[in-house]
């Protein structure tokens, strides 16, 4: 099944977990603690409501917007969009909306990606490397919560953290990169 399949059948649990997991995996770009979606995680594991979670995660991340940097600029979008309400039809949007934008920024950041579409599927010969894998992990997300409902999230965190230190190697080699080049321009 495609991911815009997986994302079109999926429930209020695997929408909110799919937008959460994306969501996370970007965490590298915002400088955020990587504890600090952990109580919104904790929420979909015991059912109960996510607002105050929310609202706390945003006002941790909100502080040191980045400006100019169109990734981050992804990463708080799809921070600030996050539905209060946890239903289906507050979250599909949401959660495809989140699919695109981390997409997106591992596009960005991925030197080997080119004009890729960012819906292609995860085999897809024309991907890059760091998108492919994001859409393997974005599928494999939503298929282990389509299959083992609550079960299913601890593994979806697991593949999530694995994603997140990926992503947060890519964000420090980047951060190097332009510093060796700044200090080469200074010379």
Same mark, same amino acid.
Do not use: E, S, T, Y
């Given at each position: 099944m495609s991911l815009v399949e997986l994302i079109a059948q999926a429930d209020e649990r695997a929408l909110a977990a799919g937008g959460l997991a994306c @969501? +996370?995996?970007?965490l590298p770009l915002l400088g955020g603690d990587d504890e600090v @979606?952990?109580?919104l995680w904790a929420s979909l594991a015991d059912g109960s409501g996510w607002a105050g979670e929310l609202t706390r995660a945003r +006002? @941790?991340?909100g502080a040191g917007r980045p400006a100019g940097d169109e990734a981050a600029l992804l990463v708080h979008r799809m921070l600030e969009s996050a539905p209060a309400e946890r239903t289906a039809d507050a979250l599909r949007p949401w959660a495809d909306a989140c699919s695109v934008a981390s997409l997106g920024v591992h596009r960005l950041l991925d030197p080997a990606a080119g004009d890729d579409a960012l819906r292609a599927d995860a085999g897809d010969a024309g991907a890059s490397p760091l998108v492919a894998a994001e859409l393997r992990r974005q599928a494999m997300i939503l298929e282990l919560l389509a299959d083992?409902?609550?079960q299913g999230l601890r593994r979806a965190l697991e593949v999530t953290v694995e994603g997140r230190r990926v992503l947060r190697a890519v964000v420090s080699r980047r951060a190097r990169n332009t510093a060796e080049a700044g200090a080469r321009a200074g010379l």
């Open positions: @969501l +996370d995996r970007c @979606l952990r109580p +006002d @941790l991340l083992h409902g609550a």
